[in-house]
């Protein structure tokens, strides 16, 4: 685990650095709360041992900023005084600090204590990662497909890369649960995810289930062609699965179509939900013309 230190007495930090080191982990380290905060805003780190008083920004103003600018990956934080009572402990956890060690520190009392935080940050990292899941397929769930696709979208416009969605519906689905069975129908969703999941993705593409029957893949910086041989890719290994269907209207197994839309998004273009309605739109072209097909978006 990565560990920043903020202790502005040079002995203290020297003695805190050997400490963390002999317990495993990497230590970075801050000579003050300012720099701590620098630090922060560019790495942020599991956890953070701070020194309470230190000039320019002390320990609890440090907690305090980081609390309110922390959005994902928590940090546990432990503040180091030797300032003691009631009163500054509780100063200290309103502020927004996890635990309190005091001076002059105790090496496996600190150990301890990072143990705990250990735990705490397995935790928080579990459950975000439950937080973006589907529960069902495995995949990412929409949500976390909102987020990839916002990160996307702001590379695309500052690199002039192009950002590639890939819309896919498995056809005539509700007839296949209506007949079958709901079962069955998550076992169809099931199979057809892993399919999806493991055919040809590159490190950085995402795929993610949309809702019911629908999924995305979104592909990082792939063009019109590449993600075009992707769908298609995606569409004969979905087929290829034989997964029985006799009451599909264009096959006797279970077939998908796929609506593909690329684009760069232009430096004031700032909804990429339009990438979304673009790829849906060639889905529905997809849909209407036979399914079990690709079809990309043409303005």
């Known amino acids: 685990m990565q560990v920043l230190i903020a202790e502005d007495d040079i002995h203290m930090q020297n003695m805190l650095l050997l400490m963390v080191q002999s317990f495993g982990h990497e230590v970075f380290t801050a000579d003050n709360g300012r720099e701590a905060w620098e630090l922060y805003q560019t790495h942020q780190f599991p956890m953070i041992i701070s020194d309470w008083l230190m000039p320019e920004l002390s320990g609890v103003e440090l907690c305090k900023r980081i609390r309110i600018s922390q959005k994902l990956n928590y940090t546990y934080i432990i503040l180091v005084s030797s300032m003691s009572g009631r009163k500054n402990y509780l100063e200290g956890m309103d502020a927004g600090a996890d635990d309190f060690v005091g001076k002059p520190v105790d090496k496996d009392e600190l150990h301890a204590r990072i143990r705990?935080?250990?735990?705490?940050?397995?935790?928080?990292?579990?459950?975000?990662?439950?937080?973006?899941t589907d529960g069902l397929t495995n995949l990412a769930n929409r949500r976390r497909f909102d987020e990839a696709l916002n990160e996307e979208w702001?590379?695309?416009?500052?690199?002039?890369?192009?950002?590639?969605?890939?819309?896919?519906?498995?056809?005539?689905?509700?007839?296949?649960?209506?007949?079958?069975?709901?079962?069955?129908?998550?076992?169809?969703?099931?199979?057809?995810?892993?399919?999806?999941?493991?055919?040809?993705?590159?490190?950085?593409?995402?795929?993610?289930?949309?809702?019911?029957?629908?999924?995305?893949?979104?592909?990082?910086?792939?063009?019109?062609?590449?993600?075009?041989?992707?769908?298609?890719?995606?569409?004969?290994?979905?087929?290829?699965?034989?997964?029985?269907?006799?009451?599909?209207?264009?096959?006797?197994?279970?077939?998908?179509?796929?609506?593909?839309?690329?684009?760069?998004?232009?430096?004031?273009?700032?909804?990429?939900?339009?990438?979304?309605?673009?790829?849906?739109?060639?889905?529905?072209?997809?849909?209407k013309s036979g399914r079990n097909r690709v079809v990309v978006f043409k303005e």
Do not use: W
């Open 154 to 287: 702001r590379r695309a416009k500052r690199t002039g890369i192009p950002v590639s969605l890939i819309m896919i519906d498995i056809d005539h689905f509700k007839k296949y649960n209506d007949n079958y069975g709901h079962l069955e129908g998550d076992y169809c969703l099931k199979q057809v995810s892993t399919v999806l999941a493991h055919t040809g993705n590159r490190p950085g593409d995402l795929v993610a289930r949309f809702g019911g029957e629908e999924f995305v893949v979104l592909l990082s910086g792939a063009s019109l062609e590449p993600a075009k041989r992707m769908a298609e890719n995606l569409r004969a290994a979905v087929s290829n699965l034989k997964l029985r269907h006799e009451y599909s209207e264009n096959a006797d197994h279970i077939t998908i179509s796929l609506g593909l839309a690329s684009i760069v998004p232009a430096f004031d273009q700032n909804n990429p939900h339009v990438l979304i309605s673009l790829a849906d739109t060639a889905l529905y072209q997809a849909k």
């Open 116 to 132: 705990v935080g250990e735990r705490i940050i397995s935790l928080q990292i579990q459950l975000e990662e439950m937080s973006q």
